[in-house]
T-cell receptor, first 114, second 116 residues
Framework: AQSVTQLGSHVSVSEGALVLLRCNYS??????LFWYVQYPNQGLQLLLK??????LVKGINGFEAEFKKSETSFHLTKPSAHMSDAAEYFC????????????FGAGTRLFVKA | GAGVSQTPSNKVTEKGKYVELRCDPI?????LYWYRQSLGQGPEFLIY????????DSGLPNDRFFAVRPEGSVSTLKIQRTERGDSAVYLC??????????????FGQGTRLTVV
């Protein structure tokens, strides 16, 4: 069975500071990994995904994530936070060997202080 | 349409009543997913359709929940004898992936169900 753990339900950073949102996964088979963002009163939007190949994945809005198999992690980073980055972020894992059921973490709410 | 459309956007119903939630996926998308998101939680998988058939319904919590997709496009999530614990935002997503390919799932805005 697959699972996702997001460390920290709330993260607060200052504008211009590094953003680091942590995600660890559990999967018995090589996973697909995703980060989604949910802005207030909007639907979920894909930020980036890892499938195969390069382990450092770049997404929209300056975000990137690195797949580390040895650590079973897929942490999301952004060098410099903007006020517009304030949102809920979800890490997700999908089983590539069978169906495409995607399991989501509980989410991390990012606050950006001026 | 341009995106995944869910109707209604809000639904308030009395405990014990029957409700139907509708999802219009992006045209041409073969895969359709239903999720449930409770307050402060991530989306919880309910069911996944590939075409007209339910490829994985392991997330449906009990037999009060049922979903159909008779023509491989629009899907309806049906909840019988609603309970207060069913209150949540129900999300629908669609994608056009093939096996061994992780393509993006596009989410609708959700239906907020409140059981009183």
């Amino acid at each position: 069975a697959q699972s996702v753990t997001q460390l920290g339900s709330h993260v607060s950073v200052s504008e211009g500071a590094l953003v680091l949102l942590r995600c660890n996964y559990s999967s018995s088979v090589p996973p697909y990994l995703f980060w989604y963002v949910q802005y207030p009163n909007q639907g979920l939007q894909l930020l980036l995904k890892y499938t195969t190949g390069a382990t450092l994945v770049k997404g929209i809005n300056g975000f990137e994530a690195e797949f580390k198999k040895s650590e079973t992690s897929f942490h999301l980073t952004k060098p410099s936070a903007h006020m517009s980055d304030a949102a809920e972020y979800f890490c997700a894992v999908s089983d590539r060997s069978g169906g495409f059921k995607t399991i989501f973490g509980a989410g991390t709410r990012l606050f950006v202080k001026a | 349409g341009a995106g995944v459309s869910q109707t209604p956007s809000n639904k308030v119903t009395e405990k014990g009543k029957y409700v139907e939630l509708r999802c219009d996926p992006i045209s041409g998308h073969t895969a359709l997913y239903w999720y449930r998101q409770s307050l402060g939680q991530g989306p919880e998988f309910l069911i996944y359709f590939q075409g007209t058939g339910a490829a994985d319904d392991s997330g449906l919590p009990n037999d009060r929940f049922f979903a159909v997709r008779p023509e491989g496009s629009v899907s309806t999530l049906k909840i019988q004898r609603t309970e207060r614990g069913d209150s949540a935002v129900y999300l629908c997503a669609s994608s056009n992936h093939h096996r061994d390919s992780a393509t993006e799932a596009f989410f609708g805005q959700g239906t907020r169900l409140t059981v009183v």
